[in-house]
């Protein structure tokens, strides 16, 4: 049975951050991937970026070393 | 067929354009509409885009570049998206109907005066008559950065200077020169840059957009789906997505996108100068020919296009001529630009419109002179 870990997620404004987030991720090597929002984080529809909790300083490095725009970072428990 | 109506719509695209096209057909999904890869891979070249064309404009942040249908659309988005009750507004003689209907309708419903700079018969402008235009309460001069008509090239660092020390925005129609003509918003301090991608950008008919200065809030004249806070009851107001509802072309972005890129790999300067040698080699070879006019030259600068007439004969006779015995494409009559034919003294007129890309060859801008002189001839 496929069980919770806690993951790190990013929320973005806008498709063309998240966008922003995907480009800067291929060319540098950024952890973590595109996922829809999750409905923890916010009901609807949208973009976030999840990594592993263990990939956090990675994760905040990359994104302020290339200066990527987001809306929030959260932890949660997901699949 | 002979293809001299590039300022219509480039006929004559590099190769890439059809190829990505064609890819982005058969394997794009809705961009920002899912995670999986067919809307990734939408999603990222529309991204591409944004970066490569606000970089073209010289403009740092790819967020505040928008897509539309074409620049008539986003002429209609920033004039309209600006525009309050009791605003003036400035432009030129110059202008298109996608300048000059936004504003016209602007007038006839109360929203807004417009005043008018004339054009002189040479097709130039006189930048003082443009500030003495401005008023207290002038909102936005919206101009085109050359005339569709003449190609002359207009000083829009200059116009956006004038404006604002009124107080006033600066919003540029772009369609004639994007990819042809240097654009820097920032050294030029321009407010909104709207373009076309099926002119000099070398991309599919359906594609286009503005660049918003940041710190410009535009009213979205539509809302929609946006694919992001689908829950909230108002559009975001978050730009690029703020000015685009609905899912985007994408198909045709990907085109646009290959289209500037080849632009960029071979330089603005470059494409400039090849097309002007070709504009200027026609201009030289009609110039001497009995009883043909040609307009414009008081610009700045010019594109590639040569408007003329052959004495007093019908525009509209002597492009179907071209067309019926020669096989060359051209463009006669008003060319949505009313108020410019007018100072050219053309209203009745019209006039034969050449304009030239530089996939155009030697060879057939000599036999456009060569059909021209022969038609010349024939109708003396």
Same mark, same amino acid.
């Given at each position: 049975m496929r069980e919770k870990t806690l993951k790190q997620v990013v929320t973005f404004a806008t498709t063309s951050d998240a966008m922003?987030?995907?480009?800067?991720?291929?060319?540098?090597?950024?952890?973590?991937?595109?996922?829809?929002?999750?409905?923890?984080?916010?009901?609807?529809?949208?973009?976030?970026?999840c990594a592993g909790i263990d990939e956090k300083e990675a994760l905040l490095a990359g994104i302020e070393k290339h200066s990527l725009s987001y809306e929030g970072f959260f932890e949660v428990l997901m699949y | 067929m002979i293809y001299f109506d590039n300022a219509a719509t480039t006929c004559m695209k590099p190769p890439e354009v059809a190829v990505a096209v064609a890819r982005a057909i058969d394997s794009f999904g809705g961009v920002g509409r899912?995670?999986?890869?067919?809307?990734? *891979?939408? +999603?990222?070249?529309?991204?591409?885009?944004?970066?490569?064309?606000?970089?073209?404009?010289?403009?740092?942040?790819?967020?505040? !570049?928008?897509?539309?249908?074409?620049a008539t659309e986003a002429l209609n988005i920033a004039i309209c998206g600006l525009l309050e009750p009791g605003d003036h507004t400035v432009t030129t003689a110059a202008s298109h109907n996608s300048v000059l209907r936004p504003l016209f309708r602007a007038q006839d419903s109360g929203l807004a005066e417009v005043t008018i700079v004339p054009i002189g018969p040479d097709g130039s402008i006189d930048y003082d008559e443009f500030e003495a235009a401005f008023r207290p309460n002038t909102? !936005?001069?919206?101009?085109?950065?050359? $005339?569709?008509?003449?190609? *002359?090239?207009? *000083?829009?660092?200059?116009?956006?200077?004038?404006?604002?020390?009124?107080?006033?925005?600066?919003?540029?129609?772009?369609?004639?020169t994007a990819g042809i003509v240097d654009i820097d918003m920032t050294s030029d301090n !321009?407010?909104?840059? %709207?373009?076309?991608?099926? =002119?000099?950008?070398?991309?599919?008919? +359906?594609?286009?957009? !503005? %660049?918003?200065?940041?710190?410009?809030?535009? =009213?979205?004249? =539509?809302?929609?789906?946006?694919?992001?806070? $689908?829950?909230?009851?108002e559009h975001p107001s978050f730009m690029p997505e703020r000015l685009e509802a609905g899912t985007l072309n994408a198909h045709g972005v990907a085109g646009l996108l290959?289209?500037?890129?080849?632009?960029? *790999? =071979?330089?603005?300067d470059v494409i400039r100068a090849e097309t002007q040698a070709l504009a200027s080699r026609f201009e030289n070879g009609v110039r001497e020919i009995g009883n043909v006019k040609l307009y414009g030259g008081g610009g700045m600068d010019r594109t590639g296009i040569i408007t003329l007439n052959i004495g007093d004969f019908d525009s509209a006779l002597v492009a179907d001529l071209l067309n019926a015995e020669f096989g060359i494409c051209t463009r006669a009559g008003a060319h949505c630009a009313p108020l410019m034919h007018e100072a050219l003294g053309t209203d009745q007129q019209g006039a034969v419109r050449f304009s030239f890309s530089h996939f155009n060859t030697e060879e057939q801008v000599d036999a456009g002179i060569a059909a021209i002189t022969e038609i010349a001839k024939e109708l003396s």
């Open positions: 922003a987030m995907e480009a800067a991720a291929r060319e540098f090597g950024i952890p973590g991937r595109v996922i829809p929002v999750p409905s923890e984080i916010s009901a609807g529809c949208g973009l976030s970026w | 899912g995670v999986h890869e067919a809307s990734l *891979d939408a +999603g990222m070249t529309v991204f591409s885009a944004r970066q490569r064309i606000a970089n073209l404009f010289g403009y740092p942040n790819p967020k505040q !570049l928008s897509f539309a249908y074409n909102r !936005l001069a919206a101009v085109t950065h050359a $005339s569709n008509l003449t190609g *002359d090239v207009y *000083d829009i660092a200059r116009m956006a200077e004038i404006a604002h020390a009124h107080g006033a925005f600066l919003v540029v129609d772009a369609a004639q !321009l407010d909104v840059v %709207c373009f076309t991608g099926h =002119k000099s950008l070398y991309g599919p008919q +359906g594609t286009g957009g !503005l %660049c918003v200065r940041e710190g410009i809030d535009i =009213k979205p004249f =539509k809302v929609g789906g946006s694919g992001t806070h $689908s829950y909230d009851r290959a289209g500037v890129t080849y632009i960029t *790999d =071979k330089g603005v």
